[in-house]
């Protein structure tokens, strides 16, 4: 599914408007409707006395409008505040305004603090509020009277229903500015908007779902936008059907170089991830004095011992015997476990020059690029990048905070200057290619805030390289897998004690679910398509199974 920022939105509303000849009014009923009937799915059998619909001057304010009328229709009788006064309305709003003052419904202008002074009861008296002050057109932070208001509405810690977007919160931009609405259910029209997927603002979105408003699906489908996030109507075409009449060598030879004195266990995870994405044969590179040990936990994975630096991590002269490896093999990860040990650096490097097979570059092989996108970029091969904010700050120099208030961007330019595939792990990771297409992962768990999950990650990258998956669509297969196998590992086991080597129980069934065939179905459904929910609770149950994930 796309995500685009305000213009965007409002240029798909445009053309949906003057390019078809939708008109506005229409778009703004199956907006007001849409947030009714998914407030009622989200309420359940909670049936509350009073709703409270409070509503600004602009377009934001008229689908408010639209939802007190389809909740008249319901048999309620909502409350409804106008923080501006009525005169202020205009176009497809007013129309709608207009309407609810012939149904009879009395409606309050607040445009002061002393007219908040005098209804402030009656908005206190509400069990369910609706915030249709601002829409995407917000730039905060939101000032004066209305700012008043939005920590108001906060202050009365009722349940509130957001109309497109959280008042306070802007469209464009993940970052958080002057007070905003603290929303338990966001309703959102045709595509999300940056904030509703990006944290922090999306911490503050509470349960977002998005509706279908009647803008015909090919126009989305054009539709100028910010990033992609994975589903998998989108991500099911990608992946590749194993022919009946195959054998090992058909799925590829992965080499891991991973592992150093106390760091065992990422080489194990990386290799053992690798195995289950499905490559045909493993090779973990590893210090000597460390084989033994790792041929008693490897079973299905081989070894290839290699010389080592005092401090037992692979040195520079391994490079020769993996070089001699490199025809064996169709693809290479570096880096988990491999330690910070100079000339273990100094192999990394060599590996980065040397390798002319696709390439996964982790942890303490990005540690000792620091500063190297030139390196990167110069070496021709486009590897796959998988750094936490740290690795990432250290490899563009710059400070962590920069890292996660930049992300997108930083994200899309350094992939594009490094001429490489980028993955940035974390609450919603973000992946780029080297052309600066950008996309933005909804699975995963706090779970999965644990040691040696990365190591996986690189892993099923490297596994699915390995069998000839291109490096965009390896990378965004394994990294919607891998949250995918910790939601599914969370929902049995729980978020607490959820360690890394759980998702290897969980992986073949996250992909099994992933090539269901009602998966591409939902593809051909545009509507099913703009509605996808993004929680794992809901959003992988087969229409017809009645099973979650």
Known sequence: ????????????????????????????????????????????????????????????????????????????????????????????????????????????????QGDLDVHGEILESCDILVDALFGTGLRPPVEGFLAEVIRFVNGLQKRIVAVDIPSGIGSDSAKLE?????????????????????????????????????????????????????????????????????????????????????????????????????????TLALPRSLNALMEVKLTEAMTLPLPETEGKSIALDAWPEIERFLPQVNTVAIGPGISLHPDTGNLVRRVLEGVNVPLVMDADAINHLQGGLDLISASGNAPVLTPHPGEMARLIGCSVAEVLEGRPGIVREKAKEGKCFLVLK????????????????????????????????????????????????????????????????????????????????ELPKAVKILQAEWCFALKKDSFQRNAFRMGIDRHLVAPDSGNEG
């Open 1 to 112: 599914m796309k995500i685009v920022n305000g213009d965007q939105m409002r240029a798909l509303d445009q053309k949906a408007i003057k390019g078809i000849g939708i008109p506005g009014i229409i778009l703004m009923e199956n907006a007001g409707r849409g947030v009714v009937e998914k407030m009622f799915e989200f309420l359940g059998s909670l049936e509350p006395k009073r709703f409270g619909i409070c509503c600004g001057a602009g377009n934001n304010g008229g689908d408010g409008f639209v939802v007190a009328r389809h909740l008249m229709n319901r048999g309620f009788s909502p409350e409804i505040f106008l923080f501006a006064d009525k005169k202020d309305v205009r176009g497809d709003a007013k129309t709608n305004l207009e309407i609810l003052f012939r149904m009879g419904s009395r409606v309050y202008m607040i445009k002061d």
């Open 178 to 282: 002057g007070p905003y609405i603290k929303a338990d259910l966001t309703v959102t029209f045709a595509l999300p908007k940056i904030s509703h997927l990006l944290p922090p603002a999306c911490l503050h979105v509470g349960q977002l779902e998005v509706v279908d408003i009647g803008i015909p699906c090919f126009l989305t489908d054009e539709a100028e936008h910010e990033m992609i996030t994975l589903d998998p109507p989108f991500l099911n075409p990608l992946f590749r059907k194993r022919l009946p009449d195959t054998h090992k060598g058909n799925y590829g030879h992965c080499l891991i170089i991973a592992g150093s004195e106390g760091k065992t266990g990422a080489a194990y995870l990386t290799a053992q991830a690798a195995l289950r994405m499905g490559a045909g044969l493993v």
């Open 426 to 505: 974390g609450h919603r990771t973000l992946m780029a290619s080297p052309d600066g297409d950008l996309f933005l992962n909804p699975t995963g768990n706090s779970g999965m805030a644990s040691g040696g999950m990365g190591d996986v990650l690189t892993g099923m990258i490297a596994g699915l390289l390995a069998q000839g998956y291109p490096k965009q669509d390896a990378m965004l297969l394994a990294v919607y897998l891998h949250g995918f196998a910790g939601d599914l590992a969370a929902k049995e086991r729980g978020k607490e004690g959820l360690i890394a080597s759980d998702l290897f129980e």
